[in-house]
T-cell receptor, first 110, second 114 residues
Framework: DTGVSQDPRHKITKRGQNVTFRCDPI?????LYWYRQTLGQGPEFLTY????????KSRLLSDRFSAERPKGSFSTLEIQRTEQGDSAMYLC????????FGSGTRLTVV | QQQVKQSPQSLIVQKGGISIINCAYE??????FPWYQQFPGKGPALLIA?????SEKKEGRFTISFNKSAKQFSLHIMDSQPGDSATYFC?????????????FGSGTKLNVKP
């Protein structure tokens, strides 16, 4: 499978816990994006990497959120001290000309 | 402020009918307008896209109509099929070098009845 892979697919966590998601982009794509999608809404931009450099961050990405892309390959998105409002689908996309989205990680904070 | 507004929120169409979804945008700097299709449990997948130098683009049963002066664009699905039942998102972007931040509409849930 040469698409964008995200892991885990589902995560249920208790409020206050930390969670980390992983995205493996298409190997030849040097651009990587994270989006968040809440129920009944379109995806909202969180952050952008070109290779290993994080070049853009949304104001949605509070200081509890951090993203990395070591060596310009896979990326991780960590949420510290999760809140119920963090419950959403977290989508990763890699890009050359157009975007290719992964299937997302659905986070439920209870 | 929502940069791209989409309607309707949901749509029911009989098999063989035409599905029409509309979007409007504010930012005249946007120069790429894609439509994405999303099935439950999956990420959005690119369906068709248009740039503002043309007024219409057709790919199979899917057509985008674009009205630059009205800042509106729409997706038409001809001969709608039950397999088209999904959520559709319009989006817009203005590329800055290699950075494409997409602004998505809120989605339209399409149900095509057999």
């Amino acid at each position: 499978d040469t698409g964008v892979s995200q892991d885990p697919r589902h995560k249920i966590t208790k409020r206050g816990q930390n969670v980390t998601f992983r995205c493996d982009p298409i190997s030849e794509h040097n651009r990587l994006y994270w989006y968040r999608q809440t129920l009944g809404q379109g995806p909202e931009f969180l952050t952008y990497f070109q290779n290993e450099a994080q070049l853009e961050k949304s104001r949605l990405l509070s200081d509890r959120f951090s993203a990395e892309r070591p060596k310009g390959s896979f990326s991780t998105l960590e949420i510290q001290r999760t809140e119920q409002g963090d419950s959403a689908m977290y989508l990763c996309a890699s890009a050359s000309d157009g975007y290719t989205f992964g299937s997302g990680t659905r986070l439920t904070v209870v | 402020q929502q940069q791209v507004k989409q309607s309707p929120q949901s749509l029911i169409v009989q098999k063989g009918g035409i599905s029409i979804i509309n979007c409007a945008y504010e930012n005249t700097a946007f120069d790429y307008f894609p439509w994405y299709q999303q099935f439950p449990g999956k990420g959005p997948a690119l369906l068709i896209a248009i740039r503002p130098d043309v007024s219409e683009k057709k790919e199979g049963r899917f057509t985008i109509s674009f009205n630059k002066s009205a800042k509106q664009f729409s997706l038409h699905i001809m001969d709608s099929q039950p397999g088209d039942s999904a959520t559709y998102f319009c989006a817009a972007t203005k590329p800055i070098y290699n950075f494409n931040k997409f602004y998505f509409g809120s989605g339209t849930k399409l149900n095509v009845k057999p």
